[in-house]
């Protein structure tokens, strides 16, 4: 998930390179946004042509989206049911070790 304020501040960037003023100072002095994240976001800009988010960055996730759904649908069926009982399920179904602390 991107954070709402970052993708602004990247978006005013971009705006401001491509109209206005190609100076990172001038940009600093105009939008109030460090000057360091102004030269790494017109960094990109010569280098990809964009400002977006590369993504993708960190460890992946065990708990799937679809498991995280049969999470939730194991628990609809049966609200008794332990996190030792649901990670045994999950694990027959996707054939995939997980600790009953993730679930």
Do not use: C, F
């Not at 109030?32 to 400002?51: A, D, M, Y």
Request: proline content about 4%; aromatic content about 2%.
């Amino acid at each position: 998930m991107v954070n709402e304020n970052l993708e602004a501040q990247r978006q005013t960037i971009k705006h401001y390179w491509l109209n206005v003023t190609h100076s990172p100072k001038e940009i600093q002095e105009l939008t109030n946004i460090p000057l360091h994240t102004i030269e790494r976001n017109i960094k990109k800009l010569k280098e990809n042509g964009s400002v977006e988010h590369r993504g993708g960055n960190g460890r992946p996730m065990k708990v799937t989206q679809n498991m995280s759904r049969a999470i939730g649908q194991n628990l609809r069926q049966n609200n008794a049911i332990s996190t030792r009982q649901l990670t045994t399920k999950i694990e027959n179904t996707y054939d995939i070790p997980i600790s009953h602390v993730s679930i």
